[in-house]
């Protein structure tokens, strides 16, 4: 028995060894902060006297009233909410349709699919912010292209009207007819328009007709800047439509591993008595995955509570605030301008109560409406 006692005191000696260490780190680097945030959130610290600010002490609940006042968090919440609807409602079916669709074999060529829609995922998050930032700039190849269609569609309405003056020509009818094409935007260039324009004109003469071309359409063609990320009611859509571009190729590598440890025996059989790719899908692959998708919801949560260094490449920081999200609002009070320490570490504690209020609602809808993971 002594023996036995002494063998059991050094089990959990050795047992304890190994695992102060690692439990010392996670209060360290997890329950510390954790604490320390909920202590500056209710607090009046502003640097402390070490940095020029008064002694710090309780302040009650003021920061979390203060956020709750602030238009600027609910506008940021509201686009943390447009993120975790594409997420959920869009990475995650998306995801698993693709991956049934390789799973299935329904594409040719399936190992190249899965690479080219993985592939976004494994790219920096800040190369890809400042290449779509460059995309959807106003000076990007989307505004390059529409810009090039409209010059093109001009010059063609002005060689109809050189062609049937019978080349190029100075008269009346001519300037009048360009006149007529530019509209009142164009003839507010001058004070004379019909004088001015067939003065302009005239200067090119001896010129190729293409430099007449090129003349008229810098002069008259308004160039389209699109700026998607500035205008208010648009600028989360190129943030939105990123984000699921990038992220979908995530879940259907998930969804795929996941499809690849189903029997295969029971696909065969239910395709056997007649089921369609429709009802293999309903019946069999979703309450296999149940589980899965559970978690692949949880992630996409989690991620899009935390999308800031993508949106931040993306904006700059957001200067407008239009795309600004929570994690880039608490940013901005800690670091930006004078530091509002209880406000910011509020807002990342309203964040952490967000995440999981939704998680708890993925568990108890998929308890209430999910099926038993295989």
Do not use: C
Not at 50 to 78: I, Q, T
Not at 216 to 235: D, E, G, M, R
Not at 246 to 251: A, H, S, V
Request: net charge neutral; charged share 15%.
């Amino acid at each position: 028995m002594a023996f036995s006692s002494k063998s059991y005191i050094e089990e959990k000696r050795a047992y304890w060894a190994m695992v102060m260490p690692a439990f010392g780190i996670y209060l360290l680097v997890m329950a510390f902060p954790i604490v320390l945030s909920i202590v500056l959130s209710v607090s009046n610290y502003s640097g402390g006297k070490m940095f020029g600010g008064e002694k710090w002490g309780f302040a009650g609940f003021d920061a979390y009233l203060r956020v709750f006042r602030d238009p600027w968090f609910w506008n940021a919440l509201k686009n943390n909410i447009y993120i975790v609807l594409i997420s959920v409602f869009g990475q995650l079916p998306l995801g698993f349709i693709f991956a049934y669709f390789i799973y299935a074999k329904i594409v040719k060529a399936p190992e190249f699919w899965q690479g080219v829609l993985y592939v976004p995922n494994i790219i920096s998050v800040i190369v890809v912010g400042l290449l779509w930032q460059t995309i959807f700039s106003p000076h990007g190849p989307i505004a390059e292209v529409i810009n090039s269609i409209r010059v093109r569609e001009f010059q063609s309405q002005l060689r109809g009207i050189f062609d049937a003056a019978g080349g190029f020509s100075l008269s009346d009818d001519v300037v009048k007819r360009i006149l007529d094409l530019v509209g009142p935007s164009g003839q507010a260039m001058f004070s004379d328009p019909l004088v001015d324009l067939r003065d302009f004109l005239s200067s090119f003469h001896g010129e190729g007709i293409k430099e007449v071309y090129n003349a008229l359409s810098n002069l008259f063609v308004q160039k389209w800047s699109p700026a998607f990320l500035t205008k208010p009611n648009i600028a989360m859509l190129p943030i939105l439509f990123v984000i699921l571009w990038m992220y979908t190729g995530m879940y259907l590598i998930l969804f795929l591993a996941n499809m690849q440890k189903i029997d295969v025996q029971v696909v065969e059989s239910a395709r056997i008595d007649g089921a369609n790719e429709g009802q293999v899908m309903r019946y069999i692959i979703l309450p296999a995955l149940s589980g899965t998708i559970v978690n692949a919801a949880i992630l996409a949560i989690s991620g899009s509570l935390s999308s800031f260094a993508l949106i931040f490449a993306m904006t700059g920081g957001g200067p407008s605030r239009v795309t600004e999200i929570l994690s880039i609002y608490m940013y901005n009070n800690a670091f930006l301008g004078r530091p509002n320490f209880p406000l910011a570490n509020a807002i990342s504690l309203i964040m952490v109560l967000i995440s999981f209020g939704l998680i708890a609602l993925t568990k108890a809808v998929e308890k209430r409406y999910g099926g038993k993971e295989e």
